[in-house]
């Protein structure tokens, strides 16, 4: 993501502050917190321009030096105490691949390449003789899924098989498939979904529908966050901002089982048509609490405005106004901005009372 202000533009900033600029007209003037203005002045202050762009080259230069002699010397220490020189056959090699991951918390390429050997070998497992009758099994109970939900395909017999407590891979599920001629030809036809589209909106009261979406930003050296935003339509509440370099369909259901802990279940979900939410994991999770799960047409966000208005709000207030250091500010600061929004921030939809004051409100305890 491209940053906010330049090396320049915060050396005029600091300029401004040196001639004798208060920092609060500093802060409320450039849309920036507190906190980041003087993390500017402690490292940029006194600097000139050309000092600012030399002293950045520097900081690359030594952060790539410092990678490569720790990438090299942990190499040089794996290769002298874990593989030694005797010629190793592929099944030792699997096994000492899997210790250096373990042991090093190195990737799976990373090892195999030290190792020279290909991932595909390091993955390859041994036929287990006793897997012929398992698949016999699993296909006696296949073929009655697949009489019973005739236009089902491979997929979503593989969650029936799962509801069955048959838990295996949907690879596996594919081949057994296919070996017994249960491949459907597709349909050209457009499937038609009844609940997908913009929803009725008129009869919404506390925990009728719960919408969700994601947003994303970075922290201070680059890295990758997500932010996944629930809020309830009726009351505007932020349920909850999850905060992660990478979120799950299966997170995603763990995040909506916490917030029914403290305030029950909803009546409906609302989403986009992400993978997150398209997933297994979420419609298992609708299933099993007979949640209904209503999807946006692709392409047309505005008819999940509710939740894109508060991303908006987020990322206006809190995302654009903080420079995180790394992730574990960045949860700090975005769950601090939750309760603010919650608890103090007026909001005009809600003839300016904060959404916890309308939610008791609405309730009859206000």
Not at 229 to 252: H, N, P, Q, W
Request: hydrophobic share 30%; proline share 2%.
């Amino acid at each position: 993501m491209k940053k906010r202000f330049s090396e320049e533009q915060i050396i005029r900033i600091l300029k401004e502050h040196e001639a004798g600029k208060k920092a609060a007209d500093i802060v409320r003037e450039y849309n920036i917190s507190e906190q980041t203005f003087y993390r500017w002045k402690s490292k940029y202050g006194g600097m000139d321009v050309s000092e600012a762009k030399h002293l950045k080259q520097l900081e690359e230069e030594n952060r790539q030096l410092k990678e490569l002699v720790a990438n090299l010397s942990l190499d040089n220490h794996i290769l002298k105490n874990v593989i030694g020189k005797k010629r190793i056959k592929p099944a030792e090699k699997r096994r000492i691949a899997k210790e250096i991951q373990q042991t090093y918390q190195l990737s799976e390429r990373r090892a195999c390449r030290l190792l020279d050997f290909s991932r595909s070998s390091k993955r390859y497992e041994p036929i287990d003789k006793t897997e012929d009758t398992e698949d016999k099994e699993i296909t006696d109970r296949l073929i009655p899924l697949a009489s019973r939900w005739k236009r089902f395909g491979y997929r979503r017999l593989h969650v029936m098989l799962q509801r069955e407590n048959i838990h295996i891979n949907h690879k596996r599920t594919y081949r057994l498939y296919k070996e017994v001629g249960l491949a459907l030809k597709k349909r050209n036809k457009k499937k038609k979904y009844e609940k997908r589209g913009m929803p009725d909106r008129t009869t919404l009261s506390v925990n009728s529908r719960w919408s969700m979406d994601f947003v994303s930003d970075r922290t201070r050296s680059g890295n990758h966050i997500r932010v996944l935003t629930v809020i309830d339509e009726a009351t505007r509440e932020c349920l909850a901002l999850e905060v992660d370099s990478s979120l799950t369909g299966k997170r995603v259901a763990a995040v909506l089982n916490r917030i029914a802990l403290f305030r029950d279940l909803p009546k409906e979900i609302l989403t986009d048509n992400g993978s997150e939410f398209t997933g297994n994991a979420l419609n298992a999770w609708s299933y099993d609490h007979h949640v209904e799960h209503i999807f946006t047409d692709p392409g047309h966000p505005t008819q999940n405005g509710y939740i894109e208005s508060f991303n908006g709000k987020l990322r206006d207030e809190c995302l654009n106004q903080n420079l995180f250091k790394n992730l574990y500010e960045a949860k700090e600061i975005i769950e601090d901005w939750r309760n603010e929004y919650n608890h103090l921030r007026p909001h005009s939809s809600l003839n300016n009372l904060t959404p916890s004051e309308y939610a008791l409100k609405i309730s009859g305890d206000y």
